[in-house]
């Protein structure tokens, strides 16, 4: 079902909020497991589903001791619109209220399941874990890699796409460039107008990567 006006998409966004933010929450500290699009549809709306119902009944106890900051659910139903128009502060800082603790509870929880796990993990490609966060700081990264064909290649990287399936990253090496054919014992500089290097990542079999100013 697709949301048709402004308010039923701020609605819809509203209740499915607390369990976007415990799915981010729990994929820092545990890694992901691949799942179909329904099961993860499913288990988000699960988990707003849970933490917003257990609002609402946290908020009920709030009114039953303090009957003044909370709508009236009973009068709202009778008298509906002409309810909301006289009282819209109240409902919608119940809906304010609502939404605000259900994120809290959904924080809150995953804090409490992550408790003495390791650190955030965050889903990077060993690329971008070699080529950035090892590399040492005003040093240029330079690999020798060897890919399914039987030919090794060596050069300075460039670039590289950074995303975490093999099949979608491509390496981009420039000068100096070398190449080694099978039964070669040395390389082969590449000079003009051989001067860059396109390699997609599933071609690549290994790659040694070292570092120098």
């Known amino acids: 079902m697709i949301p048709q006006t402004a308010a039923a ?41 849970s933490f917003s119902i257990l609002s609402v009944l946290l908020l009920a106890v709030v009114r039953a001791c303090v009957p003044a900051i909370m709508p009236d659910p009973g009068r709202w139903l009778r008298e509906g619109t002409r309810y909301f128009q006289g009282n819209y502060r109240l409902v919608a800082g119940f809906f304010l209220a609502e939404l605000v603790l259900a994120i809290g509870l959904a924080t809150a929880w995953s804090w409490v399941r992550s408790r003495g796990r390791a650190a955030s993990i965050v889903k990077v490609s060993a690329w971008y874990h070699v080529f950035r966060e090892l590399r040492p700081k005003g040093t240029d990264t330079y690999v020798r890699v060897s890919i399914q064909s039987g030919v090794e290649h060596v050069g300075k990287v460039i670039d590289y796409s950074t995303d975490v399936e093999v099949a979608d990253r491509e390496l981009f090496l420039g000068e100096p460039l070398g190449r080694r054919l099978p039964g070669e014992r040395d390389f082969t500089p590449l000079r003009v107008p051989w001067r860059w290097l396109i390699l997609p990542g599933p071609a690549i079999q290994t790659g040694l990567p070292h570092f120098s100013r």
């Open 9 to 49: 998409l701020l609605a819809f966004l509203a209740l499915v909020a607390p369990g976007i933010v415990f799915q981010n929450l729990h994929e820092r500290r545990q890694p992901a497991v691949d799942q179909t699009p329904f099961r993860e549809v499913s288990s988000i709306a699960l988990a707003s589903l």
